[in-house]
T-cell receptor, first 113, second 112 residues
Framework: NAGVMQNPRHLVRRRGQEARLRCSPM?????VYWYRQLPEEGLKFMVY????????ESGMPKERFSAEFPKEGPSILRIQQVVRGDSAAYFC???????????FGDGTRLSIL | EDQVTQSPEALRLQEGESSSLNCSYT??????LFWYRQDPGKGPEFLFT???AGEEKEKERLKATLTKKESFLHITAPKPEDSATYLC?????????????FGKGTKLTVNP
């Protein structure tokens, strides 16, 4: 999965803390997507962004979760006041848009103590 | 509601034993169907995109086909290194939305 870079690979937080997950898309890709994978479940779409714009956030929980893709720098998925149920693998993908394939990073595994 | 169902959930093959994985989907207005391979602890790795019924794509021992209701991933003479979870996803033709809807995957194990 060279190209889409996610960090950190593993993140441990205590309940009530904030988690920040970062994603740098593949070179030449301006479309970024975040997905969440819970144990024994499939990948679930969360949000789709282009530079400085949120295009589709239909899969984002209404509270505590936010995402951004600034003009400069990586895309950030931010989870405030984390709870045990937020424990999951969070994957970022990027593409050239439309029906072009989305290429994934190796994810951030978030554990909540 | 858009749905993707993959079967079987798990499949064990002997090296060289060919088989097929199934992906059934219901979506109004398919823009594309995607196959990925995911190894433990890694992100999904893109394999194929299929856009219309009747289309076929091949890569080494893998061949993907598409009908109006399902897609098959055929694995010919598999090797142990083909062991992975294979994911199917659909993208709907809906305005600016580009989200993928994934199935739960088929976990393939190929024994030497």
């Amino acid at each position: 999965n060279a190209g889409v870079m996610q960090n950190p690979r593993h993140l441990v937080r205590r309940r009530g803390q904030e988690a920040r997950l970062r994603c740098s898309p593949m070179k030449g890709h301006s479309h970024v997507y975040w997905y969440r994978q819970l144990p024994e479940e499939g990948l679930k779409f969360m949000v789709y962004l282009q530079k400085e714009n949120i295009i589709d956030e239909s899969g984002m929980p209404k509270e505590r979760f936010s995402a951004e893709f600034p003009k400069e720098g990586p895309s950030i998925l931010r989870i405030q006041q984390v709870v045990r149920g937020d424990s999951a693998a969070y994957f970022c993908a990027s593409s050239q848009g439309g029906a072009q394939p989305q290429h994934f990073g190796d994810g951030t595994r978030l554990s909540i103590l | 509601e858009d749905q993707v169902t993959q079967s079987p959930e798990a499949l064990r093959l002997q090296e060289g034993e060919s088989s097929s994985l199934n992906c059934s989907y219901t979506v109004s207005g398919l823009r594309g169907l995607f196959w990925y391979r995911q190894d433990p602890g890694k992100g999904p790795e893109f394999l194929f995109t299929l856009y219309s019924a009747g289309e076929e794509k091949e890569k080494e021992r893998l061949k993907a086909t598409l009908t109006k209701k399902e897609s098959f991933l055929h694995i010919t003479a598999p090797k142990p290194e083909d062991s992975a979870t294979y994911l199917c996803a659909v993208q709907k033709r809906q305005g600016g939305s580009e989200k993928l809807v994934f199935g739960k995957g088929t976990k393939l194990t190929v024994n030497p």
